[in-house]
């Protein structure tokens, strides 16, 4: 069982050894947004949405608990969670969208503590990461540091619920800003280059992805379902779920994730150190640095502008009988690449370069219609995916193919724009649920089916579609990406005043 926490979903899918999916349940998460800037949510409804989904998934499966070999946990990378010594959460989970802290990157940038971080670190700091959280708390809520007993990710929290044992699991950690990634250790020194160093302590011991973690609890086997004693494996960091269920075991192909953030990354045994590239983690394959540029700008920027703008081709689309998404593929594939030169800023969370962005269209007139608002939209995301992506391509000699996930790999209209823009060839694997995919690589190793993750890619992962570029429209989109480089950087200006 793969157990996948994200932006807006919980969800649990079991899977056979090669890579089946069985049976599903998943259950829509909610956050608030108390004040600009602010993305919360409570953690034990978070805790509650993971029992009935586990629950559901094994009634969907028709299957006896006892069946499940093992689990592993996923979810989303930053944001913070913390556990109080009064046994229950101190403060409302943290998700990765937050940018309250959007003051403490770039206070230590000016103050050279991110220089002196970054030989430990390897990273640039980011204003969701937990340390800038934690040092906002400090500032603003300073009575909550008293109470932490543990620090957490999301994944790390379920799986904490699960069998009442509180670990850190690398690949989460390494991407904090808080662990020295060339002795793969918390330090006190460290953490009191940002004055936090009286959390040391809560900081719990790590593991890596398939180590045991424990067994399901005597407590969570009765809120889920699940066999008490059931092994529970380290889990990771959803884009490292990702990443390996698309088969990024070598050093060939580059992952590309459209999902509610911006993901593209590669794996290299040595990490960049020019800083040129947002992060360097610790992979789930051990050996390996992930290679990330990241930034909440993809595809949660569509489903906001179709959810907020089309409700008349949400109607049509059900008046047809087609999912609403296929419709809006149809509408804008009636779009050649060079009928409309509107700019689409995806900063409906912050941008790539500034937490405070604010998301635009530009360009637009009145012969235009909604159909070339769908296709700009479309295309803006993959213009930001692709300013993350030169930075990665300057530093690696050659790429065989990009390997796409997230919600735009559900539409081969959006994939061909990437493929088109990226002038590579892009390749989709064969599954609809990657994280959750992931995770169950993680559990079959923990559970000795597969020797390592490598060998359950081998038996696991499929790809089942493979696009490649089309030399005309990447002609017109390098003039179009340039044009969409000159509107955001002629705006940087003006955030601060919104």
């Known amino acids: 069982m793969g157990i996948d926490n994200g932006g807006t979903l919980s969800k649990a899918v079991i899977f056979d050894d090669r890579g089946g999916g069985i049976a599903s349940a998943s259950v829509g998460l909610k956050f608030s947004t108390p004040k600009a800037g602010f993305t919360e949510r409570d953690m034990e409804q978070l805790w509650t949405a993971n029992c009935d989904t586990i629950r559901q998934a094994i009634a969907n499966a028709k299957i006896e608990a006892g069946d499940i070999k093992g689990v592993a946990c996923t979810g989303h990378g930053k944001g913070l969670y913390l556990w109080g010594k009064d046994g229950k959460p101190c403060y409302p989970g943290i998700v990765s969208m937050d940018s309250r802290a959007w003051e403490y990157p770039e206070k230590w940038n000016k103050d050279g503590t991110a220089d002196r971080v970054f030989s430990k670190t390897f990273q640039k700091i980011l204003a969701c990461q937990p340390v800038s959280l934690l040092a906002w708390l400090k500032d603003h809520d300073p009575e909550v540091l008293a109470k932490i007993q543990w620090i957490f990710e999301v994944k790390d929290y379920i799986r904490f619920r699960l069998t009442g044992q509180a670990f850190a699991e690398v690949t989460d950690y390494s991407g904090s800003s808080m662990m020295n990634l060339k002795e793969v250790r918390f330090e006190r020194e460290l953490l009191a280059e940002f004055g936090l160093e009286e959390l040391f302590e809560a900081l719990p011991p790590i593991k890596y992805p398939t180590d045991f973690c424990g067994g399901i609890s005597h407590r969570a086997s009765e809120e889920t379902g699940l066999v008490e004693g059931t092994p529970v494996a380290g889990g990771m960091f959803d884009i490292d779920a990702c990443a390996v269920a698309m088969d990024i075991t070598n050093e060939e192909n580059i992952a590309v994730i459209a999902g509610t953030w911006s993901i593209n990354e590669y794996i290299s045994k040595e990490p960049v150190l020019n800083k040129t590239v947002m992060m360097n983690s610790l992979y789930c394959i051990s050996g390996y640095y992930l290679i990330e540029e990241c930034s909440p700008t993809s595809a949660g920027n569509h489903s906001w502008f179709v959810d907020m703008f089309l409700a008349e081709e949400k109607q049509k689309a059900r008046e047809l009988g087609k999912n609403t998404y296929s419709y809006l593929d149809e509408l804008a594939d009636k779009i050649a690449p060079d009928e409309q030169n509107i700019i689409f800023l995806p900063y409906l969370f912050g941008s790539n370069y500034d937490p405070q962005a604010k998301a635009s269209l530009i360009g637009l007139d009145s012969h235009h219609t909604r159909a070339h608002v769908i296709r700009a939209v479309m295309e803006g995301i993959v213009f930001c995916h692709m300013i993350h992506m030169e930075k990665l391509l300057a530093n690696r000699k050659s790429t065989r193919a990009v390997r796409l996930a997230g919600g735009?790999?559900?539409?081969?209209?959006?994939?061909?724009?990437?493929?088109?823009?990226?002038?590579?060839?892009?390749?989709?694997?064969?599954?609809?649920?990657?994280?959750?995919?992931?995770?169950?690589?993680?559990?079959?190793?923990?559970?000795?089916?597969?020797?390592?993750?490598?060998?359950a890619a081998s038996h696991m992962v499929r790809v089942k579609a493979r696009l490649e570029p089309n030399s005309a429209n990447a002609a017109v989109y390098d003039k179009k990406l340039e044009l969409y480089k000159k509107v955001s950087r002629a705006l940087e200006g003006l955030w601060k005043n919104f």
Do not use: H, R
């Not at 735009?408 to 209209?413: C, E, L, R, T």
């Open 408 to 455: 735009a790999a559900n539409s081969v209209v959006w994939s061909q724009i990437f493929s088109d823009v990226f002038k590579l060839p892009v390749e989709i694997i064969d599954t609809a649920e990657l994280g959750t995919l992931g995770c169950a690589m993680v559990a079959a190793v923990a559970a000795g089916t597969y020797k390592d993750l490598p060998e």
